[in-house]
């Protein structure tokens, strides 16, 4: 699949997936970015904006052991909120539409995950094609900065945090 035209970008509304995705719908002219709660990252509970240092310090043994703290979005929660978003999103732009959306890693994996392309490690810029037919099919990655080469070294955020 190619992309042509591109009827709406979409994205999560935390910050580095609502700016990659003002900065995508600049380069294209094309606007406004629209944000969808159901395309956030997992919510990780009481990890939420710790640093994995301060994760293993404030809570010893639980990554290696792969437990998880209170308020962990568990798998199945994660990928029905991301679902419903992909599908209220198909449902508005209908099936031939064009959508860029803009959301996390741990989104991506969970969707690859479920629709059969195993669990990897997605980089920044990197995304997925997914179409929708009677359901969703997976594509193949992409990386957006594979032949252009970085164009800036953005400043770390929050949400370089768990």
Do not use: C, K
Not at 28 to 55: C, N, Q, S
Not at 82 to 94: E, F, W
Not at 108 to 137: A, F, K, P, S, V
Not at 140 to 149: M, S, V
Request: a negative charge.
């Amino acid at each position: 699949m190619s992309i042509g035209t591109v009827d709406v970008i979409v994205a999560s509304p935390l910050g580095r997936a609502r700016n990659t995705a003002e900065v995508i719908a600049a380069q294209l002219g094309i606007g406004p970015v629209l944000t969808i709660d159901g395309l956030m990252e997992r919510a990780a509970g009481e990890w939420e904006g710790l640093t994995r240092a301060e994760i293993d310090e404030r809570f010893p043994t639980f990554l290696a052991e792969g437990r998880r703290p209170p308020g962990w979005e568990d798998d199945e929660d994660l990928l029905a909120r991301a679902l419903g978003a992909l599908d209220a999103i198909a449902r508005v732009v209908g099936h031939d539409g064009q959508i860029v959306a803009v959301t996390h890693g741990g989104v991506i994996m969970r969707l690859e995950d479920h629709l059969g392309g195993g669990h990897h490690r997605i980089t920044n810029l990197g995304g997925r094609w997914i179409e929708r037919r009677d359901d969703w099919l997976l594509g193949g990655r992409l990386d957006l900065l594979q032949d252009a080469g970085p164009l800036h070294e953005a400043p770390a955020t929050s949400e370089d945090q768990i």
